[in-house]
């Protein structure tokens, strides 16, 4: 049986690069299943961009309540057996969905598919590509060879979810998991979808991945992350440490990997506080990773976030 792909597009103040995002869901060489807009309350023409497609394009709208309840929202009007997700201001390239829906056929009992992707300047610039820039992608790379996929199993997460490759994306699952999941954490400005995926991989054993770019991420320098670093790690800290009480019992691959996860996000937040000053804060920040993962490597990080 051949997969169904509902893509779930959310848009908030979209309409300079809607037209762009549905276009390249529509003329995917597998055509999706179905294609669904959501309009996150947007106050610009972002309806009449996407009236453009009317009859190629399922359209909801909801009053603004953020990404996460927005691609939520999607999930919720979509028919297909297996979701992907893409951003208003991002794009796939033509081959995303067949690559995925081919490993689906070919590997029996995936739960899920990711992949990589490329991060580009507004102007189309390469900055880099999602697998070879972290330790985790690196080696379902070596591990793929010169095939196109690769199998990620389960001693490979923890890599994997302390410094994912791929995202949004480049991710594919079944409509199923992700009820059953809960979908996205409402209530999050910042690392909803690590969260997600953290929970996917908590549940997980084989999961595909597609060792060439299928989506491209344009990577803007006004975005409110960029603008307000420090507020960005903040925030994600946050996210992150609302899932400490919900993987017990998890394997501890997965446990490892969240941990590392938090001892990253920490440092990073530590290291935005050093930027504006905010030495005995920066401090504060690392803390917590001392006394969840007592060791070397926790240790190293308090002393340079000491050392200024």
Known sequence: MQPKFSVIIAVYNGAETIGRAIESVLTQTYPAHELIVVNDGSTDSTKSEVECFAGRV?????????VAAARNKGVENASGDWLAFL????????????????????????????????YRQPDGVLIRTSMKSTTAGQRM???????????????????????????????????????????????????EDVHL??????????????????????????????KNPLESQRLSVETLETLSGELVGVPDQVLSGYQGRMRLARLN????????????????????????????????????????
Request: aromatic share 10%; hydrophobic share 40%; net charge negative.
């Open 197 to 226: 995926l953290i929970r996917l991989c908590a549940i997980s054993k084989r999961v595909g991945v597609i060792c060439e770019p299928m989506a491209v991420y344009y990577v803007h320098q006004q975005s409110a992350t960029r």
């Open 58 to 66: 399922k359209y909801v709208y909801q009053t603004n309540a953020g």
């Open 87 to 118: 951003d208003a201001d991002d794009l796939y390239y033509p081959d995303r969905l067949l690559w995925h829906a081919e490993l689906i056929n070919k590997e029996a009992e995936l739960d899920f598919l990711t992949g990589d992707q490329e």
């Open 141 to 191: 790379l070596d591990k793929a060879g010169d095939h196109r996929s690769v199998i990620m199993e389960l001693g490979d997460f923890t890599a994997f979810i302390e410094d994912h490759f791929g995202d949004t994306h480049t991710l594919s699952l079944p409509r199923r998991t992700f009820v059953e999941l809960g979908g996205y954490p409402v209530g999050f400005k910042v690392a």
């Open 269 to 308: 937040l530590a290291y935005a506080l050093l930027k504006k000053g905010q030495r005995m804060k920066a401090i504060q920040a690392v803390l917590p990773s001392l006394w969840a993962q007592p060791g070397g490597q926790t240790m190293r990080d308090l002393i340079s976030i000491i050392r200024g």
